[in-house]
C-alpha cells in the first residue's frame, strides 16, 4: 500500500490497481493545491471546497465511486463505514464524516475535518484501535496539537499521520504526542507486517 499527501486533507492510497483518493482540494479552493488523477473511491469527509474536489479524481475512463457521508458502503471489496460528527471552518458548521475502512488487512481511520475530540461513546468505540490514524492538528476550528494528541493517543493507534498542518501545529503535535523525532517521508510504503511492532508511532507525510 503506498500514501501519497498532497497538502491539507488530500491523500491517496494506492494498493495495487485500486486507488483511493481522500478529501481532494477543489479547483475553487484558495489553498492553491492542485493534483489531478483517476480514482476508483473517492472519500469525502466534509462539503467544503479544501475536502471536495471530486472533479479532480477523474482521468480518461476512471470515474471515481464518490461516498461523501455517513452510512455502510462495500465497493470492490472494500467494507467502508462513515460516521457522523462535526466540523467548523471558518465559523460555519459542517457536517463531517469519519470513514473506518480496511485495505490489504490493514485497518484505517480518516478523521476529516473533525471538531471535537469527545466523540460520542459508541462512534470511539467503533474507532478503536485503528492500524492507522489520519488525523488534523492544524486546529482553525479542528482539533488542535493538543486535542489531536490526546485523542489519538486513547484510539491507540499503531500508525498516525498527522494532516492539515503548518510547520507550527505539526511541531505542536509531535512535542504533545512525544514523537519530536519522527520519521518525514515522501510517500509512504507499508504492508500488514510492516504495522506489528509499532504503537503510537508518528509518521510525516511531506505534501508532494
Known amino acids: 500500500m503506498i500514501i501519497t499527501y498532497f497538502g491539507k486533507q488530500f491523500f491517496k492510497i494506492q494498493q495495487g490497481d485500486m486507488v483511493l483518493a481522500f478529501n481532494p482540494v477543489s479547483k475553487s479552493s484558495k489553498t492553491g493545491i ?17 475536502y471536495n474536489g471530486i472533479e479532480q479524481l477523474s482521468h480518461g475512463e476512471r470515474e471515481p465511486f464518490v461516498i461523501s457521508g455517513p452510512g455502510d458502503y462495500e465497493i470492490k471489496e472494500i467494507f467502508i463505514k ?3 460528527s462535526d466540523a467548523l471552518i471558518a465559523s460555519q458548521k459542517y457536517i463531517n464524516t469519519i470513514y473506518l475502512f480496511s485495505v490489504d488487512n490493514i485497518n484505517i481511520a480518516f478523521l476529516g475535518a473533525l471538531g471535537n475530540a ?15 490514524l489520519f488525523i488534523p492538528v492544524g486546529g482553525k476550528g479542528m ?21 492539515d498542518y503548518d510547520e507550527g501545529t505539526l ?34 507525510l511531506q505534501a508532494i
Open 34 to 50: 492542485s493534483a489531478h488523477f483517476g480514482t476508483d473511491i473517492a472519500l469525502i469527509t466534509t462539503n467544503h471546497p479544501d
Open 171 to 204: 511541531k505542536a503535535f509531535l512535542k504533545e504526542i512525544g514523537e519530536e523525532k519522527a520519521e518525514v517521508v515522501d510517500k509512504l510504503t507499508i504492508k500488514r507486517k510492516d504495522l506489528d511492532n509499532k504503537e503510537g508511532e508518528v509518521v510525516v
Open 82 to 84: 462513515g460516521v457522523l
Open 143 to 163: 482539533l488542535d496539537a493538543k486535542s489531536a494528541a490526546k485523542l489519538a493517543s486513547s484510539l491507540e493507534p499503531k500508525l498516525i499521520i498527522p494532516m
Open 118 to 132: 469527545d466523540l460520542p461513546k459508541e462512534s470511539h468505540e467503533e474507532l478503536n484501535s485503528p492500524d492507522i
